[in-house]
C-alpha cells in the first residue's frame, strides 16, 4: 500500500531512472511492483516477503552479497518482516544479504518507509465540542500520528479532583466529578516518581458513588501487584521510641499525578482519546491544532508490536543480514491497555506477576521490593540469537515500545549511524551477546511514554562498545550499563549525552550497577564521554551504583548536574577508580574516598566560567573536541558546546 503522492513519485523514478543494469545480486522492490515479477529494476516486487522468498531461494548460493532495493515510498506491512535463520535468511560464506534505499548512499537515495501502522479514514466533525472522530473496529492503540506528529492521550491533572484517599482497591474522593467521566474502563492512571526512578501505570476498572463521594476501583491484578511492589522504608538512625526516630514509607500510590484517555478530557488541541465503550466498535476521538485541515491531515495509528523480527537459535543464528537508509515507523505495544497495567521497576524492566524480594539497603535502615525474575518492555525492532547484524543510517520514529533490541546469545552486531527519536521507550537495548557496537547514532526524544526507559541499556553483555553517540532529551539516564555473571569488556566512549533526567530522578547521564567485570582488564571502561545538563534534581552525572565494581571512569567532563559522581552507595563500590576527569563541584567524600574507590587527577573547575576554564586547559579542551558524533557535513556537531 502507498499513498498517492508516493506512488507518483515511484512512477516518475519508473520512467526517468537512467540504471537498469539488474544485476544477479540485486532485486527491486516498489509499491506499483508485482511479487509475481522477477524483482527486476523494470519489473519489481510490490512487497519485502515477496523479495524475501527470492532471498531465501538464492541464499544457498551465493557468490556475492544479495542486495533488496526498495524504491520510494511507504510499505504499510501486514504482519512483522520475519528474518529467520532456519528458513534461508541469513547470508552465507562471508556474503551478506542487504536490505537498503534504492539509491543507499548517494544523493538519490529514496525516501523510504517501513509502516506497521493503518491509515485512519471517515473522520466526521463532532459538536459541540470541535472534536472529530472515527468508527476504527476492535483497533487498539496508545498512539496517533497526525502529519507525522505524536499526538498525546487527552489528560487530566491532577488525576483525581478533591481530597483523596488510598483504598485497598483504589481511591475515595469527595469530588462528584469523576462520576461523569466518560468510558471510565479505558481510563489510566499515572503515578511517576511511584520510586523516584519509576513510573508505573494501572487502568480503571469501574467508578461509583453518590452526592458526597466517588469511589473509583483500579483493575486487578495490576493495583494489588502495584502495592506489593511498590513498598519502600527509611528508618531514622535513632533507637526507637525516641523523639527523632523515623518511619518513613514512601508511598508513590497515594495518589496518581494525571489520568488519561477519557473523552471527557479532551479540552487540549492536538490530543486524541481511543473510546471502547462499545466493544468491537472503538471510536477515535481527535481535536485538531489550530487550521489542521482534517481533510487533508495525514492520520496513522499503529497496528503491529513487531516491524521487524530477527531470530535465530545458538546452533543456527541469523547472521550476515544488513538493514541501511530505512526509516521504521508505527509500531505499538498495548499491553500496559490491559488488567496488568504497567508496573515499571528499574530501566527495561517491569513487574509483570511472580515473587517478590525485599533489598535492604542502608545497613538495614532502608528496604526497597524487587521483582524476582522481572519483564522487559519489548522493542519494535528486536533481534534474538543474531550474528553480523548491521543495522546502518536507518531511522526509527514514531514507535510505541522501544525501538531497537538485541538479546543473546549473539555477537558482532552493529549499530551505526542512525537516528533514533519520538520512541515511547529506549532507543537501543543490548541483553547478554558479544561484541556489540552502538556508534555514531543521534538518539533524542525517547520514553515518550514510558519515562523509566534509558536511551541506550546495556544488560549482562560483553565487549560492547558504545561510542561517539550523541544523546539528548531523555526522561531517565542516558546510557545505562547493568553488570552480571557475563559482563565484561564494556566501554563506553566519547559520547555526547545532555538534558537527561528531564522527568524522573536517582540516575544520571550514564548510570552503571552491579559486578563488570573480574579485574580491571575486562571491567568496564567510561572515558572520554561529555555529560552535562542532567536536570531534576537527586542526581549524579557519572553514577555508579549498588555495588558497582571493576569499572574504571577517566577522562569525562561533568557540567550542571545535581552532582557530578557518588561513593557511597549500597551495596558499596569495589574497585572504581574515577582518573583526570573534570566537573564542577567538588564531590561528597572526596577527602576521604572509601575503600574500593580511588581518586586521583580529577580536577573542579568553577561553575561560573566552566566552559572557558575547560578550554583553557589541553586535556579538557581535547575530551570536549571529540565527544559525540563525528562532524556531519555542512556544520559542526550540534549541542557539542558545554
Not at 487527552?154 to 469523576?178: F, Q
Not at 536511551?455 to 532529551?473: C, F, K, L, Q
Request: aromatic share 8%; hydrophobic share 35%.
Amino acid at each position: 500500500m502507498l499513498d498517492n503522492q508516493s506512488c507518483q513519485s515511484c512512477q516518475s523514478d519508473r520512467s526517468g531512472h537512467s540504471d537498469r543494469s539488474d544485476r544477479s545480486g540485486q532485486l527491486h522492490v516498489a509499491p506499483w511492483g508485482r511479487d509475481s515479477w522477477p524483482g527486476t529494476h523494470d519489473q519489481p516486487f510490490a512487497t519485502l516477503p515477496g523479495a524475501q522468498r527470492a532471498v531465501r531461494a538464492r541464499t544457498a548460493s551465493l557468490s556475492s552479497d544479495l542486495v533488496v532495493n526498495l524504491h520510494a515510498g511507504t510499505y504499510f506491512l501486514n504482519a512483522p518482516f520475519t528474518l529467520d535463520g532456519a528458513a534461508g535468511d541469513s547470508g552465507e560464506d562471508g556474503h551478506r544479504v542487504v536490505y537498503q534505499a534504492h539509491g543507499y548512499g548517494s544523493a538519490r537515495q529514496d525516501k523510504v518507509v517501513v509502516s506497521g501502522g493503518r491509515v485512519i479514514a471517515g473522520w466526521t466533525p463532532g459538536e459541540p465540542d470541535g472534536a472529530w472522530r472515527a468508527e476504527v473496529g476492535a483497533l487498539e492503540t496508545r498512539q496517533l500520528y497526525v502529519n507525522g506528529r505524536r499526538a498525546p492521550r487527552a489528560a487530566l491533572s491532577p488525576g483525581i479532583p478533591g481530597s483523596v484517599t488510598k483504598t485497598e482497591t483504589g481511591y475515595v474522593t469527595d469530588s462528584t466529578a469523576p462520576q461523569s467521566w466518560q468510558d471510565p474502563a479505558s481510563i489510566e492512571f499515572v503515578f511517576p516518581w511511584v520510586y523516584p526512578w519509576s513510573e508505573a501505570r494501572c487502568r480503571v476498572a469501574e467508578i461509583t458513588g453518590d452526592a458526597r463521594s466517588t469511589t473509583i476501583t483500579l483493575a486487578q491484578p495490576a493495583f494489588d501487584r502495584a502495592r506489593e511492589l511498590y513498598a519502600a522504608t527509611w528508618v531514622g538512625d535513632k533507637p526507637e521510641g525516641t523523639e527523632s526516630h523515623r518511619d518513613a514509607r514512601w508511598d508513590g500510590l497515594a495518589r496518581p499525578s494525571s489520568a488519561e484517555n477519557s473523552v471527557s478530557f479532551l479540552t487540549e488541541p492536538g490530543t486524541f482519546v481511543l473510546d471502547r465503550s462499545t466493544p468491537g466498535r472503538h471510536v477515535l476521538h481527535y481535536l485538531p491544532l489550530p487550521g489542521e485541515d482534517m481533510a487533508e491531515a495525514e492520520i496513522i495509528a499503529p497496528v503491529l508490536e513487531k516491524l521487524v523480527i530477527g531470530r535465530g537459535t545458538e546452533e543456527l543464528p541469523l547472521r550476515d543480514v544488513t538493514l541501511r537508509g530505512l526509516t521504521f515507523s508505527h509500531a505499538g505495544w498495548t499491553e500496559p491497555d490491559g488488567p496488568r497495567g504497567f508496573l515499571h521497576f528499574f530501566a527495561n524492566t517491569y513487574y509483570g506477576g511472580g515473587e517478590l524480594q525485599k533489598v535492604e539497603l542502608a545497613d538495614g535502615n532502608a528496604h526497597v521490593t524487587v521483582p524476582a525474575a522481572p519483564s522487559f518492555l519489548p522493542s519494535n525492532v528486536e533481534f534474538t540469537a543474531a550474528e553480523r547484524v548491521a543495522l546502518h543510517d536507518n531511522s526509527f520514529t514514531r514507535l510505541g515500545a522501544g525501538a531497537i533490541g538485541f538479546a543473546g546469545p549473539g555477537r558482532d552486531n552493529t549499530i551505526v549511524g542512525n537516528r533514533i527519536e519520538d520512541v515511547s521507550g529506549s532507543a537501543v537495548t543490548v541483553i547478554s551477546g558479544t561484541g556489540t557496537r552502538i556508534q555514531q547514532n543521534l538518539i533524542h526524544h525517547i520514553g515518550r511514554e514510558y519515562h523509566g526507559s534509558p536511551a541506550v541499556w546495556i544488560m549482562d553483555a560483553r565487549e560492547v562498545t558504545v561510542a561517539h553517540n550523541e544523546i539528548h532529551d531523555v526522561p531517565y539516564s542516558g546510557i545505562v550499563v547493568t553488570g552480571g555473571s557475563q559482563a565484561a569488556r564494556v566501554q563506553i566512549i566519547e559520547n555526547l549525552i545532555h538534558h537527561t533526567m528531564t522527568v524522573l530522578a536517582d540516575g544520571g547521564g550514564i548510570y552503571l550497577n552491579g559486578r563488570q567485570g573480574t579485574s580491571r582488564a575486562d571491567g568496564t571502561l567510561v572515558r572520554g564521554n561529555v555529560i552535562r545538563d542532567t536536570l531534576t534534581p537527586y542526581n549524579f552525572g557519572l553514577y555508579t551504583d549498588y555495588g558497582a565494581a571493576w569499572v574504571t571512569v577517566q577522562g569525562n567532563v561533568v557540567h550542571r548536574s545535581d552532582t557530578p559522581i557518588v561513593l557511597r552507595v549500597t551495596p558499596p563500590l569495589e574497585n572504581v577508580a574515577f582518573l583526570d576527569n573534570f566537573w564542577d563541584d567538588h564531590p561528597a567524600d572526596a577527602d576521604t574516598p572509601p575503600n574500593g574507590v580511588t581518586l586521583a587527577g580529577n580536577k573542579v573547575l568553577p561553575k561560573d566560567g566552566f566552559e572557558e576554564a575547560l578550554a583553557a586547559d589541553p586535556a579538557g579542551a581535547a575530551i570536549l573536541a571529540s565527544a559525540g558524533r563525528s562532524t556531519p557535513p555542512g556544520g559542526p556537531n550540534p549541542g557539542q558546546a558545554v
